[in-house]
């Protein structure tokens, strides 16, 4: 026989604030026209939360009862929302305390409130008195992070009995929820439904068990309440299905038995290894451990083999975002590809993109106007809000690796551990090996050296993708804006390298990179003689010790304006009529052409040994997070999904040997 009872008393549970909706009153009306809830000021505060799920609580023990576990019946025909609907008070922790100025604990009260899929939800309208200014701020600032419920029991039915070793487990199969309250301290807080906890009375919990009778019949010694009360139990146990209860205990039985001969089937078990777990009341988790086991067993009996099969398997919320991401990436450029699952998406708008995604995860978008599905859909979890930081990431990545940057052929690539001070040094040629005698001691030498040092500098943007881009369609807020910030993250690499150029700013000796005392400054067009002149400055360069460095240039950096007399003169094309045509340069030089160096001069060109051999241009970046590095989060500046693209870049001329400039007349 199935056990019933009702609990007399007020109980309480808390949880921690999950505001699904904070919006001005004005805007709530517009928005429940027509559904009983009266307009309300246009500047009180409208809060939308869960208040209740069917998660399991530990009652505390008390004077009447064990402690017990609850299970909160949330669906239409058991959580009675009546008084939530009529315009029930909201307190402040219970009524404990008044606040401000007045002498009333109620700070508000509810609106309306309703059941969608097992949870309970609740929109309360705050008062706006004198008194209320410090919690409405605190509220504005997250600093009420918890809302209790208080409410009464009216029927309760035992659904698992542990005879004594657990607490029984009771589901409320009737309750009345009374009023909504703001509180300090909750017990516990699990998925968004936590506990209210009262510390001055947790011994003695303000409540009580009373079992009830079946219908029609009088227990003797039982306390059946006032007349009202016994009707009302009366008439609960009447319309209680017993059925439905038998037909759900069933379920679970045949649910348990197929999933314990599936995890049966998966490790190679014997059926009848699984009928015995089954007629044994195995538990499912038992049942996946002993299988673990036996195949561990089995693993080892077999011994080891040096094959080794690796799947990655990838979960459907993965999947999801990957093709919708392929598909906004399609819809922007169509040379991108565009996977089978993508296409059911490259027609949908923004907005209808973000209906479809939260239709997905079980939240039901009817009767949402635009800006709600906007506002939801860009929230931090949400499935789109990740897949449009996505797609922002890889467009504003692709941008910057394809952004031309000609200093990588010539200059020297570093990492940065830190921010701190670089310091490289140059060192000269070693000291002259000397002539060992019979028995004679080898002789201690020493190197010289210059020193350069510079630091790494951070740049960066914020982009920001707000709930308007996406009512708007506008692809171009995720797609061609961080593009373009790619384009500039990439353009500012190569402005520092050859700004170090144009500026011949002085080395660590007070000498400028490019200077008569450096040996590394001439005159001459790109011809025979001008490129004859640079090979032989570079070729006769001194090490600080006096030794002949031999360096020969391998790069030919020209501004556009010489970029064709520049080809001429490298180029294997050419083929000579007379000895005196023969170009010694042919194969000799690659071109680097740089448009930024017209800006300073169009006749001006430069000379760069090959990197492997001498330092000359070292640019760095920050160890690990190589060119532009992003970041994504919940807006805080703008409503929405911000970016932020960030670069730890920096670039010093270490030597100037194996460097040379010609005024090009």
Same mark, same amino acid.
């Given at each position: ?25 004005? +805007? ?45 019946? /949330? ?86 009995? &542990? ?7 009771? #589901? ?11 509180? +300090? ?30 219908? *029609? ?39 348990? *038995? ?21 007629? $044994? ?22 011994? /080891?083999?040096?094959?080794? %099969?690796? /799947? ?11 093709? /919708? ?20 998406? =490259? ?23 635009? !800006? ?17 930081? &996505? ?32 310091? #490289?040094?140059?060192?000269? %040629? ?9 028995? *004679?001691?080898?002789? $201690? ?18 982009? *920001? ?6 009512? &708007? ?6 797609? =061609? ?9 990439? &353009? ?41 002149? @640079?090979?032989?400055? !570079? #070729? ?19 501004? @556009? @304006? ?14 000579? @009529? ?17 448009? #930024? ?41 703008? +409503? ?26």
């Amino acid at each position: 026989m199935t056990k019933k009872s009702r609990v007399e008393g007020t109980l309480n549970r808390s949880f921690a604030l999950q505001i699904v909706k904070r919006q001005s009153a004005a +805007d709530l009306a517009g928005a429940t026209e027509g559904e009983g809830a009266e307009p309300a000021p246009a500047d009180n505060l409208v809060l939308s939360f869960p208040f209740a799920s069917e998660e399991p609580y530990l009652r505390g023990d008390c004077y009447w009862d064990d402690p017990w576990l609850e299970v909160l019946g /949330v669906t239409d025909a058991e959580c009675d929302l009546t008084r939530l609907n009529a315009g029930a008070a909201v307190l402040a922790d219970h009524g404990r305390y008044s606040t401000g100025d007045s002498p009333l604990a109620l700070i508000g009260r509810t609106v309306r409130a309703w059941i969608e899929k097992n949870r309970a939800y609740v929109e309360i309208k705050l008062s706006r008195r004198d008194g209320m200014e410090g919690l409405l701020q605190d509220i504005a600032d997250d600093l009420v992070p918890n809302v209790s419920v208080g409410y009464q029991i009216i029927e309760r039915t035992l659904i698992k009995s &542990n005879g004594g070793k657990a607490p029984d487990e009771y #589901r409320v199969t009737k309750w009345l929820p009374l009023e909504v309250t703001l509180c +300090d301290i909750p017990a516990d807080a699990t998925v968004g439904i936590g506990r209210s906890h009262d510390l001055a009375t947790a011994a003695t919990a303000p409540y009580r068990v009373v079992d009830l009778p079946e219908p *029609g019949a009088y227990q003797k010694g039982i306390d059946m309440g006032t007349p009202a009360q016994q009707a009302a139990a009366a008439e609960t146990a009447a319309a209680t299905d017993r059925e439905a209860i038998q037909r759900e205990a069933i379920a679970a039985e045949r649910a348990r *038995g197929i999933e314990i001969r599936e995890v049966c089937a998966l490790a190679g078990l014997e059926p009848a290894v699984a009928e015995d777990f089954i007629k $044994r009341d195995v538990s499912v988790d038992a049942v996946r451990r002993e299988a673990m086991n036996k195949m561990a067993e089995r693993s080892v009996a077999q011994g /080891v083999t040096s094959r080794a %099969d690796i /799947v990655t398997v990838k979960d459907e919320t993965e999947v999801l975002r990957e093709m /919708v991401g392929a598909s906004l990436l399609h819809r922007y450029n169509p040379k991108s590809a565009l996977p089978e699952g993508a296409r059911e998406f =490259r027609s949908l708008s923004l907005i209808e993109l973000g209906r479809d995604l939260l239709e997905r995860r079980g939240i039901s978008t009817r009767g949402m106007d635009r !800006m709600t599905i906007a506002t939801r859909s860009l929230e931090g979890t949400s499935d789109l809000a990740n897949i449009v930081a &996505n797609v922002a990431n890889k467009t504003l990545r692709q941008a910057y690796m394809s952004a031309p940057r000609t200093f990588q052929r010539w200059a020297r690539k570093a990492t940065a551990p830190d921010f701190k001070t670089l310091t #490289r040094v140059n060192l000269s %040629d070693a000291p002259a090996l000397e002539k060992i005698n019979e028995s *004679g001691e080898f002789k $201690r030498g020493a190197f010289t050296d210059g020193k350069e040092t510079y630091q790494l500098a951070t740049y960066g943007k914020i982009i *920001g993708i707000t709930r308007q881009a996406v009512i &708007n369609d506008d692809m171009s807020a995720f797609t =061609r804006v961080p593009e373009l910030f790619g384009f500039a993250a990439a &353009n500012l690499e190569s402005d520092t390298v050859y700004g170090i150029l144009t500026a011949n700013a002085a080395l660590a000796d007070t000498v400028a990179l490019f200077h008569a005392t450096h040996a590394n400054l001439g005159t001459g067009a790109i011809a025979v003689a001008g490129l004859n002149s @640079a090979r032989a400055a !570079m #070729r006769v360069q001194k090490t600080p010790g006096g030794a002949v460095m031999n360096l020969a240039p391998a790069f030919l950096i020209v501004p @556009a @304006a010489l970029e064709t007399v520049a080809g001429q003169y490298t180029s294997a094309d050419f083929v000579s @009529a007379k000895s005196s045509d023969i170009n010694p340069f042919k194969n000799a030089l690659e071109v680097i052409v740089e448009g #930024r160096l017209d800006a300073t001069s169009t006749a001006v060109w430069y000379a760069a040994a090959d990197p492997a051999q001498i330092d000359t241009v070292e640019y760095a970046y920050l160890d690990g997070q190589e060119g532009v590095y992003v970041e994504t989060r919940l807006g805080f500046d703008v +409503d929405g999904v911000e970016i932020k693209a960030r670069l730890d870049f920096a670039a010093k001329a270490i030597e100037y040997r194996g460097l040379y400039k010609s005024s090009g007349s």
